[in-house]
């Protein structure tokens, strides 16, 4: 049986640090130094770790990157700690708990400066330059979201995607971009707290490790309840040989467009393989779908719009459903789903313990 999938970041929240108290683990929780939930209470991030300290071989289990996302993630994080999780032998696996607390208390998919957090590991005194991006800008992050406004942004979008193929213009809305703060896979000016806090849970729970293997649990991408092991390292290279020894034929190459995912700047995988240059480095988002592509996008561009130009009167109108199609755009509140992406996690961080075996 799935897990119980919590109903917000509250409940998240609550139910992760149950089930380690239960599993008898400490919890140690990084306070949000500025944002507050939509209750107006303060926001944490979460981790835990299994295994000793020294350990020189590891498994990194991520929820929340994205926020809103963490409905999935962060229930099977508190599902795998009730059920047991077994270490081979002089292993360890660290269990981080909505990396993007902000993003999840307000049913969004960014942080409180509208950065992506998948697309901020990046150097920042000169970010990834996303040409395509720019040129779209307008249609892609519309300041009016009125039918006749929509349409002539979609128009535009269309037009693009016919001249240059579809595959063209998911990468110049996704791939990450650096100049357009209002806009959509805002990858940020600066480090973000996230960032910082990575590095602190790398530096205080995995400072002797070796060999890494992540699982960054993410939905949003492909057909509701389906998976794949999206990763940034192309065929060849020796990441993605072990991500193929680990996971088969679901570990696809977002380099080389095997995966539903374009190619991507700022990545978690790649700030981890800049920061960890001496560890053997085995990293993976588990992407599981929940709506069409099209409802995913429609639900981002007017999130973004209601929190970068919509007025008090709109956001007062409007909020409330915005909202809402968010969270159903990232969670499937059905059991089937459920079930399903509950077997697809399974799967995953088995294989990723065997590998440390």
């Avoid at 602190?200 to 649990?217: Q, Y």
């Avoid at 467009?257 to 990545?267: D, R």
Wanted: with cysteine; proline share 6%; net charge positive.
């Amino acid at each position: 049986m799935p897990p119980d999938f919590p109903e917000n970041y509250r409940a998240a929240r609550k139910g992760f640090v149950a089930a380690c108290r239960e599993a008898g683990l400490d919890v140690v929780s990084r306070v949000h130094p500025s944002a507050l939930g939509p209750d107006g209470k303060p926001l944490f991030l979460d981790a835990a770790a299994i295994g000793p300290r020294e350990a020189q071989k590891a498994l990194l289990l991520i929820s929340g990157t994205h926020g809103v996302e963490g409905h999935f993630g962060s229930g099977v994080q508190a599902g795998l700690l009730r059920e047991g999780l077994t270490l081979p032998p002089g292993a360890r696996i660290v269990l981080l708990h909505a990396l993007n607390p902000f993003g999840f208390a307000w049913s969004r998919r960014v942080n409180e400066d509208n950065i992506d957090i998948n697309r901020n590991f990046v150097d920042h005194a000169k970010p990834p330059v996303n040409a395509a991006y720019d040129g779209l800008k307008n249609a892609i992050a519309p300041r009016d979201i009125s039918p006749r406004a929509m349409r002539a942004a979609d128009a535009q979008l269309e037009a693009y995607a016919k001249s240059r193929g579809a595959s063209a213009l998911q990468e110049a809305l996704t791939r990450g971009q650096y100049h357009h703060p209002q806009g959509l896979f805002f990858g940020g000016q600066r480090e973000s707290w996230s960032s910082q806090m990575l590095r602190a849970v790398l530096r205080e729970d995995l400072a002797r490790v070796k060999k890494l293997i992540v699982v960054d649990f993410h939905t949003g991408l492909g057909r509701s309840g389906a998976a794949e092991m999206s990763i940034d390292d192309p065929p060849g290279s020796p990441a993605f040989a072990r991500c193929r020894e680990i996971w088969g034929a679901a570990a696809l190459s977002s380099a080389t467009g095997q995966s539903l995912s374009a190619a991507l700047t700022g990545t978690i995988g790649l700030g981890l393989r800049g920061w960890l240059e001496n560890v053997e480095l085995t990293s993976a988002v588990l992407e599981v779908g929940t709506r069409p592509v099209p409802q995913v996008l429609r639900a981002l561009r007017r999130d973004n719009w209601l929190h970068n130009f919509a007025d008090a009167n709109q956001a007062a109108a409007r909020g409330p459903a915005i909202a809402r199609d968010m969270r159903a755009a990232f969670y499937c509140d059905r059991p089937t789903w459920k079930r399903a992406v509950w077997g697809h996690a399974k799967r995953a961080v088995t294989a990723a313990l065997a590998a440390l075996a």
